[in-house]
T-cell receptor, first 114, second 115 residues
Framework: DGGITQSPKYLFRKEGQNVTLSCEQN?????MYWYRQDPGQGLRLIYYSQIVNDFQKGDIAEGYSVSREKKESFPLTVTSAQKNPTAFYLC?????????????FGPGTRLTVL | AQKVTQAQTEISVVEKEDVTLDCVYETRDTTYYLFWYKQPPSGELVFLIRRNSFDEQNEISGRYSWNFQKSTSSFNFTITASQVVDSAVYFCALSEASYGQNFVFGPGTRLSVLP
């Protein structure tokens, strides 16, 4: 079955630690995205990538980093510079890079900072 | 500036009632796309529909229907004869041709369908 997988489902981090969230897709999609979701708010774009070895900052990139070494993988690192990292993180992908392409989402990772 | 407003934070209905979720958007582009997504308790967003700015025809899919009105910048979603499985958070989203595939999501409406 084609789809997007994210791991882990739940992640706990101590303050000052970096953590990496995994996102893998087998849809052969070119574009991939990372969103952050906070209670009562919509999704906010952290980073996106249109092609391998290329990515751009979204609206709230500060304190986050990404890489895109393979088409199917787009890991997100939450660094210690992110002041309020507790949130639900969603990864998505789309077949193309045009505005009409719908995005397909993974099941999400819930990050809690202790 | 692009913006999506979903004024209804939470809605509760009893099973079999009809319910409409409102979505109002702002954009300066003439070419844009509107989307609805469903987020069940499991957390994964599920794509429901896409509409382009040049097609104002209403759409019906089973118990779901969508009403797109450019005159009021609205793209409302109606569930007919609601069921408990419809309980979820529903997001409206906008993408503009000038911004490529970057979406702007509304804050979402949490729908609870009570048995």
């Amino acid at each position: 079955d084609g789809g997007i997988t994210q791991s882990p489902k739940y992640l706990f981090r101590k303050e000052g630690q970096n953590v990496t969230l995994s996102c893998e897709q087998n849809l052969n999609h070119d574009a991939m995205y990372w969103y952050r979701q906070d209670p009562g708010q919509g999704l906010r774009l952290i980073y996106y990538s249109q092609i391998v070895n290329d990515f751009q900052k979204g609206d709230i990139a500060e304190g986050y980093s990404v890489s895109r070494e393979k088409k199917e993988s787009f890991p997100l690192t939450v660094t210690s510079a992110q002041k309020n990292p507790t949130a639900f993180y969603l990864c998505a992908s789309s077949a193309g890079t045009s505005s009409y392409n719908e995005q397909f989402f993974g099941p999400g990772t819930r990050l809690t900072v202790l | 500036a692009q913006k999506v407003t979903q004024a209804q934070t939470e809605i509760s209905v009893v099973e079999k009632e009809d319910v409409t979720l409102d979505c109002v958007y702002e954009t300066r582009d003439t070419t844009y796309y509107l989307f609805w997504y469903k987020q069940p308790p499991s957390g994964e967003l599920v794509f429901l529909i896409r509409r382009n700015s040049f097609d104002e025809q209403n759409e019906i899919s089973g118990r779901y229907s969508w009403n797109f009105q450019k005159s009021t910048s609205s793209f409302n979603f109606t569930i007919t004869a609601s069921q408990v499985v419809d309980s979820a958070v529903y997001f409206c989203a906008l993408s503009e041709a000038s911004y490529g595939q970057n979406f702007v999501f509304g804050p979402g409406t949490r729908l609870s369908v009570l048995p």
